[in-house]
């Protein structure tokens, strides 16, 4: 990656467990002309961030002691910080999109890192346009009540689904299916925290 010389002077916290891709990113960012902070986990960037609010975040979704979607979900819940970009990154889902999460964008690992640095760039040289408040406390109560009906649901479909993706006297066939399949009902449950987690912020800040 060629150093760039205009970039503004920002601080990026890459989250991630894995000490190669912490300082790979770090690297990268510094090349880029960025300062960078780290954590290792969802909890130790609680930490950074409640210290000082990076201008970015680079995150990893699958993490010990606190992962990636916790960590979203107690920081947006505990800030009044909206402003600031979070890029999620996994080796564990391959097809998770930003909306799934709520966050600005998604790299499954391995990743092209000059692409990520580029897409941090462009984010921060963009603000958020102001979300609509009107209705909050009706749209939270909404969305809790079909999330919980949902939870209900996909913890029978992953059950299901990863009991015959596990069992070896299921037919090639149908295996091949449950494995294909498997990834998906994780995004689902991925989904399903993600609007318990939309309508908890949507009757806070109703």
């Known amino acids: 990656m060629q150093p760039t010389t205009h970039t503004p002077d920002k601080t990026i916290l890459v989250v991630d467990d894995d000490p190669d891709v912490r300082q790979v990113l770090s690297d990268a960012f510094e090349s880029a002309g960025f300062r960078v902070a780290t954590a290792v986990n969802g909890m130790q960037a609680l930490h950074r961030v409640r210290d000082a609010a990076p201008d970015a975040i680079v995150l990893d979704i699958s993490m010990p002691i606190m992962n990636g979607d916790d960590f979203l979900h107690a920081w947006r819940a505990g800030v009044e910080t909206t402003d600031v970009p ?48 009107a209705g909050r406390a009706g749209r939270g109560t909404e969305m809790d009540d079909a999330a919980k009906e949902l939870a209900k649901v996909m913890s029978a479909i992953l ?48």
């Open 159 to 206: 059950g299901g689904v990863e009991a015959l993706a596990n069992d070896p006297s299921v037919p090639p066939n149908l295996h091949a299916v449950a494995t294909a399949t498997l990834e998906s009902a994780h995004r689902a449950a991925i989904l399903t925290r993600r609007l318990r987690h939309l309508a908890a912020d949507e009757r806070r800040t109703s």
């Open 86 to 133: 979070v890029v999620a990154i996994s080796a564990a889902y391959q097809t998770l999109r930003p909306s799934d999460i709520g966050v600005e964008g998604f790299f499954p690992k391995p990743f092209d890192i000059d692409l990520l640095v580029r897409h941090v760039t462009d984010l921060l040289a963009h603000r958020p346009r102001p979300s609509d408040t």
